[in-house]
């Protein structure tokens, strides 16, 4: 996987464990809104990550967590994307033709993909708004929309983003 393809992965993913932001309870919502505010979900993390030595502990400790994690996801999806998805192209692309290829997917991969169908049948009500507005070409039932939101969804609702967080 190209080193775009894992920030797009780790910036969608990232959103799906911390959300910063949604909630005051959230270890990086504060930092959130000091370094990153206005931020797209994709440019969040590299955000959070070029401002790591001013970020306050738990958001720092946070961070790693999630890197650790999505980097287990990035993983299980590499020899997909290896098979599947040479010659689309970086970042969303990849993760595209990787959605456009459930099924075809290893278990492990497509277990991730499960995750963000759960996610996204989960923020469903709370995004439908959203969606209209962000994504209206992306299609329910795979993770595709959620996906859309993630990537593309700078200004969404207060409760879509509550809502997009596990």
């Not at 306050?56 to 020899?79: G, H, K, N, T």
């Amino acid at each position: 996987m190209t080193r775009s393809t894992r920030a797009s992965w780790l910036a969608a993913s990232f959103l799906l464990l911390a959300a910063p932001g949604a909630r005051a309870e959230d270890p990086c919502a504060a930092d959130t809104a000091r370094h990153c505010d206005g931020k797209t979900p994709v440019e969040l993390l590299s955000c959070l990550q070029a401002h790591r030595a001013d970020l306050a502990s738990d958001c720092r400790d946070y961070l790693e967590f999630s890197l650790v994690s999505v980097q287990a996801m990035i993983q299980d999806c590499e020899p997909d994307a290896f098979q599947l998805c040479r010659g689309v192209g970086r970042g969303v692309p990849t993760a595209t033709c990787l959605s456009e290829n459930q099924g075809k997917l290893t278990r492990r991969c497509q277990d991730d993909f499960d995750a963000f169908t759960r996610a996204e049948t989960a923020s469903a009500k709370a995004c439908a708004d959203d969606a209209r507005r962000i994504c209206p070409a992306a299609k329910a039932g795979k993770g595709d929309l959620f996906l859309c939101l993630l990537y593309k969804g700078k200004d969404l609702s207060p409760a879509c983003r509550a809502a997009m967080r596990p």
